[in-house]
């Protein structure tokens, strides 16, 4: 698995199978996970250059990708201002689902100040509900029926632009949407939370199955970079 903040409209961040590290300008070879504090599966993610990332409430397969039981199992990756995305977002993930649950939140396991900046859910029926809370009101856009069926691997891009709607992308084509509430205000609210994958612990929708990949980009991707991003998993996981 690898998490990825690209944190620049031109892509400054550079990501391998399992470290994520940050750069000013584009290393001229492969990023090399130097020996830590954590072992070579658990040095997953290390935006802030730093051991703080807590894997330790996921397993992982023999390939070394997490699996989610569906019960207690996540992901923690705690606030840093990196997370901030006030002129816009888009979230990238890979997912296998088995069972209906939360992709990823941005909120706390305290559901009194959790708002939600943003939430991917993904339902039993196949659609994903995008969620982004603003002034304690959400602003959600619920996609069709069926667009990630259970026991197979989708490919999702989240949007978020100031003055628009939210979008969903399906395997690089836009969803068709059965809601579509509201518009983002100028700039887009973020919260001081972490974004927790897998789940969160006060409402009970554990996510049950793989999530190889999550990207965050701090712009909207154009679609057709979200085709191209999209044709490189295409056939790595066999969509």
């Given at each position: 698995m690898y998490i990825y903040v690209d944190y620049a409209i031109q892509g400054e961040g550079i990501y391998t199978n399992f470290i994520i590290t940050e750069h000013g300008t584009l290393p001229t070879g492969p990023v090399l996970y130097t020996s830590g504090t954590r072992s070579d599966t658990a040095s997953l993610i290390d935006l802030k250059k730093t051991?703080?990332?807590?894997?330790?409430n996921v397993d992982f397969d023999s390939t070394g990708q997490p699996e989610f039981d569906g019960s207690d199992a996540y992901i923690n990756v705690p606030y840093s201002s990196v997370l901030d995305t006030p002129v816009g977002a888009t979230y990238e993930v890979v997912f296998y689902p088995t069972s209906q649950g939360e992709i990823l939140s941005r909120g706390t396991s305290d559901s009194s100040t959790s708002p939600d900046n943003p939430r991917i859910y993904w339902g039993?029926?196949?659609?994903?509900?995008?969620?982004?809370?603003?002034?304690?009101?959400?602003?959600?856009?619920?996609?069709?029926?069926a667009d990630c069926p259970a026991n197979q691997y989708s490919y999702i891009a989240c949007t978020a632009l100031p003055?628009?709607?939210?979008?969903?992308?399906?395997?690089?084509?836009?969803?068709?949407?059965?809601?579509?509430?509201?518009?983002l205000p100028t700039p887009i609210p973020n919260t001081n939370h972490p974004i927790v994958i897998g789940g969160v612990s006060w409402i009970p929708r554990y996510f049950t199955g793989k999530i190889p990949v999550v990207k965050l980009h701090k712009r909207a991707l154009t679609l057709s970079e979200i085709k191209q991003n999209f044709k490189a998993y295409k056939y790595r996981f066999n969509i």
């Open positions: 051991s703080s990332i807590d894997v330790g039993s029926n196949g659609s994903i509900y995008f969620d982004w809370s603003v002034s304690g009101q959400d602003t959600y856009v619920v996609t069709s029926a003055g628009q709607q939210l979008r969903v992308y399906v395997n690089g084509v836009e969803a068709t949407y059965t809601s579509n509430v509201q518009t």
